[in-house]
């Protein structure tokens, strides 16, 4: 997370009586000063915080700071990113911007995770599986004629009929015309998620995302649990996932690829019908240490090829 970012997710939150930033730079944790030897070094990528700024004498400064108290002596020159609260309000603000720096380094964790599953020739199983775990959460993705493309694994919603239908490679029946029943009442909504919802049938509730190809509605994300309390972070790997999923609907059938006994439609509905040749990825996988991880939801996928002239969208019979 850059260190502005850090500053301007806290002022949602705080009155921040002082700030200054003339190094922006990536920070990934928040550690007090005093828990550092006089003569060890700051790390540049954390931010340190102090309540008495008589602990910064006869030491070595760090980077980044924050701070309560007089702060005359304090220059650019000496410590170039700082934060000066209230020293009331300190401890809230310590609180929440260690929160703020442990799920972006998770969110970046899980991405890394996700281009690794997919560039490695894992699939979109294996991604799904990675996230599913990571957040506690299970995922499905699902085409407009209630085929259930690919799900994590373990399927963690405990509902029997979900159960079954996954089983089966199909969405159950109730849902679709749930989906139906708020498509009708709420029409497209602007953008395309996530969206969260109430599945009183089946006592679940779902964040879901479309999958849009071409201007066409193909399908969608859903991630489904028992708890209207998703991870926060569900907010952010969601349109990754989508993200990703569109980017290789397109690629497999607009970029030449041809559907045989391990193609898009024929697998057998418990197979990853997403997976991608392990060998072509395999070549591109040394290029993820060099791709920029992003520090927030917004993220650009790479994948290397001949681009296409035309790309072709399959068409899917709709029950939605």
Known sequence: MMFLDLVSELEKKHDIFDKHCYDNRQV??????????QAQQPKSDVVYFTYDLSTLHNRKLPRNLIFCGESSFISEQLIPNTIQMPEKEMSIFLEDAEELLHSNYKLQDIYIQMLNAVMRGKGIGAMLENVGNALNTSIAIIDMSGK???????????????QESIKNGYCPPLFIEHIKDVKSQHGEEGGNGPFLRHCIDNHLFYLSNRIILQGELYGYIFMIQGERA?????????????????DLILKEHGCGTQPGRDGFYDRPAQRDSLGADSGAHQRRADTVSEANVPSSGEASLFFYGEPCAEQIVPTVSRNF
Do not use: G, H, M, R
């Open 28 to 37: 990934y944790s928040l550690e007090s000063i005093a828990d550092l030897q």
């Open 148 to 162: 259930v493309i690919s799900n994590s694994i373990p399927f963690q919603v405990d509902e029997p009929v979900w």
């Open 230 to 246: 998703f991870d926060p972070l569900c907010y952010s790997v969601l349109p990754l996932i989508t993200q990703i999923t569109t």
